[in-house]
C-alpha cells in the first residue's frame, strides 16, 4: 500500500486493517446486496505500508515499522530499474514459493524463543519471522533477534506528550486545510 499518507486517516480503513492482525479474529461484517444482508468478510493479510509521516497508533501497534529517510545530497547509491528486472525474479520467486510450501507446517507449528525485551504485541508481529530464521538456521536466528530489538525500539522523545501535541495539531491543520489558527 503506497502513499498511504493521503488516505490512512480514513477511519473506516484504520479499522479493517487493525481487524487483520489476528486471523481467528480477522473479519469484519458488512451489508451486502438489495437485501442489505449482514455478510462476514476475512481482513486477515500481510501488508507493507509506505507513507511519509506515522501511521495511526493503533497500526503502528500492529506493525514492524522500518523508518527510511530521503536520499541526502552525498548519498551514494545504486539506482534500481523496474524495467530492467523483468523476468530475472521468477527464479526466486519460484524457489520462496517452494522453500514456503516445504516448509509451512514445520514453521507453523514452532515456538520459537521470544527476546523477553519485546513487549507482548511485539512478540504476535515477530513470531513468525523468528520461526522462519529458526528453520533457516545459520546466523539467522540471532539476525532475527537482533533486527528486532533495534526496530522495535521505544524512542520516549518521538512518544512525548510534547511530540503528541505537536502531531494533533499538524492534524488539526491539516483537517481544516488552514496555514494558521487563532
Request: negative net charge; proline residues 0%; hydrophobic residues 30%.
Given at each position: 500500500m503506497d502513499e498511504a499518507d493521503t488516505f490512512i486517516r480514513d477511519k473506516d480503513l484504520t479499522g479493517i486493517l487493525n481487524s487483520g492482525h489476528y486471523r481467528a479474529t480477522a473479519q469484519i461484517t458488512r451489508c451486502v446486496g438489495d437485501d442489505h444482508e449482514p455478510r462476514l468478510f476475512s481482513t486477515f493479510g500481510l501488508l507493507g505500508i509506505a507513507l511519509i509521516g506515522k501511521l495511526p497508533g493503533t497500526l503502528e501497534d500492529r506493525s514492524i515499522v522500518i523508518k527510511i529517510r530521503r536520499k541526502q545530497k552525498g548519498d551514494q547509491v545504486c539506482r534500481f530499474r523496474r524495467d530492467h528486472v523483468g523476468g530475472e525474479l521468477e527464479p526466486l520467486q519460484r524457489m520462496a514459493a517452494r522453500w514456503a510450501q516445504d516448509n509451512s507446517a514445520t514453521i507453523a507449528e514452532s515456538e520459537p524463543g521470544m527476546p523477553s525485551e519485546l513487549n507482548d504485541r511485539e512478540q504476535d508481529c515477530w513470531r513468525k519471522l523468528f520461526a522462519i530464521a529458526e528453520v533457516v538456521g545459520g546466523d539467522w536466528p540471532e539476525r532475527a533477534r537482533s533486527s528486532a530489538l533495534i526496530?522495535?525500539?521505544?524512542?520516549?522523545?518521538?512518544?512525548?506528550?510534547?511530540?503528541?501535541?505537536?502531531?494533533?495539531?499538524?492534524?488539526?491543520?491539516?483537517?481544516?486545510?488552514?496555514e494558521r489558527l487563532t
Open positions: 526496530l522495535s525500539q521505544n524512542d520516549e522523545a518521538e512518544n512525548s506528550e510534547g511530540v503528541q501535541l505537536l502531531a494533533d495539531l499538524e492534524e488539526l491543520f491539516r483537517s481544516r486545510g488552514e
